[in-house]
């Protein structure tokens, strides 16, 4: 048998073809992704990155026991990674963008306010983030490179948590508006805010699905927190998760299949788990010491 391989640097696939006695008997196409995600289990946060089944968990920042890097965010290449780290001082935090290997981090902001919760545009041009340099925390738009950040939520209540839908025109965030915690979705040039959650709960975290329906997100409108589904009009939400533990942080594979979540459901502080996208079948990835948060699902990573 013959086995050839094909990697595609630009859809991120590894297709494999199998060729026996001339005839192709089997062809297998695997897309590649990784997820990064946050854990304390040396004594800090740092910045983890392992395969989608909990394998191969690598860490991929060293700084010392008082900083934390948090917030992990891919560039849709897969070839970057941007973060958030106070590595430059306790209270001032940065964003910085490091290679997918940990190599090379670079700081993009360089400034003394908060700087935090990067997210890459899909074009792979810009990266929203949340900064409190004007006062409150607002949400910005920087090019890539860290030049010209613009305010794109310019008043007084706190703007947080971007999300970009998956054809750049729209970014979902939190905000508190309108009194209290709500899912907001606003043009990317921060034009018409519409509030998708207006009900009396705190909705948080919302993470649009690769196909653009639907936005996953973090609700207490049960009592306690658990991971919900709507469609990107905010119509329809679907509960995910159902027990007394808490269910946040969810992202979206790359082919929109499955959602990874944190969860403390087995008693313990919070452990990253992955679950089918209709709630069904949770598996739990991380297991050590400290806990494991904030997953992030690369779109893929070239071979
Ligand atoms: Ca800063
Ligand atoms: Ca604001
Ligand atoms: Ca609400
Ligand atoms: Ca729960």
């Known amino acids: 048998m013959i086995q050839l391989k094909m990697t595609s640097g630009d859809s991120g696939t590894e297709t494999t073809i199998n060729i026996c006695c001339k005839n ?11 997820i990064a995600f946050v854990s304390d289990r040396d004594g800090n946060g740092e910045i983890y990155v392992m395969n989608a089944d909990g394998s191969n968990q690598t860490q991929l920042t060293n700084t010392d026991v008082f900083v934390l890097n948090n917030a992990p965010a891919w560039s849709p290449d897969g070839q970057k990674i941007a973060f958030a780290s106070t590595r430059d001082g306790i209270v001032n935090s940065e964003i910085y963008v490091m ?10 902001t360089n400034n003394s306010a908060f700087d935090s919760q990067p997210a890459w545009s899909p074009d792979g041009q810009k990266i929203a983030f949340v900064s409190d340099r004007d006062g409150v925390d607002e949400i910005y738009v920087m090019n890539a490179d860290g030049s010209s950040p613009i305010n794109l939520t310019n008043n007084s209540a706190f703007d947080s948590q971007p999300s970009w839908s998956p054809d750049g025109q729209r970014i979902a965030f939190v905000s508190n508006r309108d009194g209290i915690d709500e899912i907001y979705v606003m043009n990317a040039d921060g034009s018409n805010p519409i509030n998708l959650t207006n009900n009396s709960a705190f909705d948080s975290q919302p ?12 609700s207490d409108r049960d009592g306690i927190d658990e991971i919900y589904v709507m469609n990107a009009d905010g119509s329809n939400p679907l509960r995910l998760t159902n027990n007394l533990a808490t269910d946040s942080q969810p992202t979206w594979s790359p082919d929109g299949q499955k959602i990874a979540f944190a969860s403390n459901r087995d008693g313990g502080l919070l452990e990253i788990y992955v679950m089918n996208a209709d709630g069904s079948n949770p598996t739990q990835l991380t297991n050590t010491q400290g806990l494991s948060t904030q997953p992030t699902w690369s779109l893929f990573i070239r071979p």
């Not at 192709?24 to 990784?34: A, H």
């Not at 993470?207 to 973090?218: E, L, N």
């Open 99 to 108: 290679n997918a290997d940990g190599s090379n981090p670079i700081n993009l």
């Open 24 to 34: 192709i008997c089997s062809i297998t196409r695997v897309l590649i992704s990784k």
């Open 207 to 218: 993470a649009w699905s690769p196909d653009g329906q639907k936005i996953a997100f973090v």
